[in-house]
Structure formats: structure tokens, C-alpha cells
């Protein structure tokens, strides 16, 4: 840790625990200590730690081909390829390596899809207050919170932010000046804040009306993470284009913009490039885990146990606790006081939760939890609320 120091750059407020391996829902710290996760490395390791069909198909590809680049092509990769566009109901495919790459791919799917049919100047970018889409700084500019508009200017010009749920703004956002708009249906950093059925509604509406891009960043609650393949589908809104990356290879960096309809074939021929996006290795990783995840009998599971959980924190009336929102197993709780400090109770006491934002915990366990587990968690947390 005290090294971690000398040669880390100082970006992470890192909690004090060195990690050696992971099993199931656990993680084994060189303390000797076992933690029990309710984080899944932010949404991540969505199948757990050590899942052993996951650590197969990772080390047999690895032994046969971990790289070969994009000028050739691989059979993995492919697989990987139709096996995704087929569940999130999408034709094409862009792989990159993380979420704000997959974003930046989306946006400019937007503008060029834009500028080929209505010409320059149509350009902007519609997002929402409290979003989060990467550390680009295109998207900074797109993530619609001041905190991250300082330090690295000049960014990128052309984002328009405006209130969730407000239809009204979205109305006047969405004018002649507009190409897409980028909304995360359940927002992750900013504290688990689903969008309403009708702000949903209005947003494909409008878009499909004006010809704008309806672009929705699954990131983070995509994946099975809500209890449906997409966030989106649990609205009975499907997008445009649609960008993936944290569990889409369960732990095996990798993102995803993936198009549908008139924006599949936007992108031609060296208008984008990745040197490590879609390698086997991450293919090979990323159907295992599109095998497992899209499942309706699995995701059915995710639903029922985030529901399991939000029942049970709500029953407690627990003081310290002002809200509860959830969807499958993405759920953010407000407390009454700072969740950095409930971070730290709880990883004393073994279990690993999250914060978002100064006043908010965030649960993202693992979709393998059982019910014994999740009894476990819940009761070192209600200890320490
Ligand atoms: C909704 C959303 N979009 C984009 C990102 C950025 O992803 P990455 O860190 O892989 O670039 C995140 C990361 O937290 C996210 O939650």
C-alpha cells in the first residue's frame, strides 16, 4: 500500500484492502480476511469471481490466440459479434475497450449520420443532469455534471444538458441544431436514478419524429444488471444505438456501440479504429458471459433477488436510511450520513458496497448471489446503518 503511493498517480481514493484472488461472491484479501461483494468491480464481474465456464474459455483462447489485430479476421470474435447484436436486438457492431470509448463511438455515429443527410451545423448532442459517460474529454463534455467541466479545457463543444424527466426541456433540447441524445435509463454514478416510463416514451417519440438519434448508454445498467438484457427493454423503448462495456466480458476489458436500422451502417471504412477492441481473448470471455446473462430464466433470478434486497432494506425503517431505489440489482440507497463512512464500516465488518455521490450507497452484487448471501450482506450492513 505504501507503495501503491510512490508510483500510482493519485486519481483513486482507494479503500485500504490488498486483494489476492476471488471466488464466487467472495474476495480474499492479503489481511486473510474474506469479503463478501456487493460491488462486482462496479458492475463488472457480473458472474462473480473464479466462474469456472468464464476462467475456461479465457484460458483455452488464450493458449490458442490472444491477439491478432483488426486488419484480420477472427472466428471469436464473430461469434461474439452476432451472438450480442442478436440479444440486445441490434445489427451491427463497434468493439472498443470501455464504456467512454463505446460513447465516443456513438457520437459520432450521431454527427456523421447528421451531417450526411441534413449537412453541417446539426450537430449537438443532447444529454442529462447528473449523467456520466466517461473521462474522455468528449465525454466530460457529454456527462452532464459541472464537477467534471473543470481543469481540461477547452472540451469538446456541442452538448446540451437538460433535467431528468423533464419533457418540456427535452422538447426545446431536441431542436433543428440536434443529431442524438444520450440518456443512461437507470443512471449508475449519480446514485441509481431510474428515468420515468413517460420521459422514456416522450424521448423515442420526439427522436423518432425529428430524425434525431435516440442513443442510450447501458454501460452500466445494461448487461442483465436491471433484470432485462437492456434497461431499455424494461421501458418498451428500443433505441437507435446502444453502448455497452463494465460486464459485457465479465472482467475482460472490452465496450461495445452497437446500431440498429439507419444507423448500422453510418461508419464506414477508416472513420473509427481500435488497436485492441473485440480480441479474441475478450470475445472468447464476452460469450461465455451472453450465454449465461441472456437467459430469461436468469434474468428473471436478477430481478427477483434485487427485489429480495430492497424489500428487506425497506422493512428495516431504519432511520438512517431517506430512500431506496432499485432496479434488479442496481440499487442506491440515501443515507443520513456520509457513505464514505459506511463504506469503511462495512469493509471492516467484511462486505464490499459502494458509494454515489456524498449521501448514496450503491449495491451492485454479482448476478450468481444466492439468497443465503444476500442475507448475510444485509445483515453486516443494517449493523453498520
Ligand atoms: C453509464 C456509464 N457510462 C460510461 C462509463 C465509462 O466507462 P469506462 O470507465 O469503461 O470508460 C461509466 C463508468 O462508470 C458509466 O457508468
Redesign the pocket.
Known sequence: MALEKDVFMNTYHRLPVVFTHGQGVYLFGADGKRYLDFTSG??VNCLGYNYPPLVKAVAEQAEKLIHASNYFQSDTSVAFAERLVSAAGMTKVFFGN????A?EGACKIARKYSLMKYGAGRHTIVTLKGS????TIT?LSATGQDKFHKDFGPFTEGFRYIPCGDIEALDRALDGSAAGLLI?AVQ??NGVVPQTRAFMSAAARLCAERDILLMF?E???GMGRTGSFLAATGYGVKPDVI?L??GLAGGVPV?AVLAGGKSADVLDVGDHGSTFGGNPLAAAAGLVVLETVDNQAFLKEIARKGEKITTAIRAWNCPSIKEVRGKGLMIGVDVAGDAWDIMTACLKRGLLVLSAGQNTLRFLPPYVITDAEIDAGLAVLRECL
Not at 470501455?98 to 470509448?101: M, N
Not at 456520466?132 to 473521462?135: A, C, L, N, P, T
Open positions: 462496479i458492475a470501455s464504456g467512454a470509448e460513447n456520466f459517460h466517461g473521462r465525454m443512461e449508475g454514478e448508454d454501460i452500466q445498467c453502448t462495456a463494465k465496450g
